[in-house]
């Protein structure tokens, strides 16, 4: 079993910063990437940020330059650095993590999800 738990949202103004913060545990024996992706209501959820055990990144547009994806991988921790957050930026954020586990020689797993709301 692998779960990822995520947390850092909340309601923030115009402008404001908000962390999110995801962790994966369980049955872990390699992750190759971490990403965050965002849903709004009736729309397609999307890419927001990729990080690569290397540390390689990469990230939409529209956030280029204002988010930042980091991560620990001793804590198998991946954050999201959420500067100068637009009203644009409202959505649920959800982790993914693309791992190896004991059981699936790779398979993508997903957070619960955490909501950004920006707002006056």
């Known amino acids: 079993q692998v779960q990822l738990v995520e947390s850092g949202g909340g309601l923030v103004q115009p402008g404001g910063s908000l962390r999110l913060s995801c962790a994966a545990s369980?049955?872990?024996?390699?992750?190759?990437?971490m990403r965050w992706y965002r849903q709004s209501p009736g729309k397609q959820r999307k890419l927001v940020a990729a990080?690569?055990?290397?540390?390689?990144?990469n990230y939409v547009d529209s956030v280029k330059g204002r988010f930042t994806i980091s991560r620990e991988n001793a804590k198998n921790t991946v954050y999201l650095q959420m500067n100068s957050l637009k009203p644009e930026d409202t959505a649920v954020y959800y982790c993914?993590?693309?791992?190896?586990?004991?059981?699936?020689?790779?398979?993508?797993?997903w957070g619960q999800g955490t909501q950004v709301i920006v707002s006056s």
């Open positions: 990080i690569t055990s290397g540390g390689m990144t």
């Open positions: 369980g049955s872990i024996v390699s992750i190759y990437a």
């Open positions: 993914n993590a693309d791992l190896m586990s004991f059981y699936a020689q790779r398979a993508d797993y």
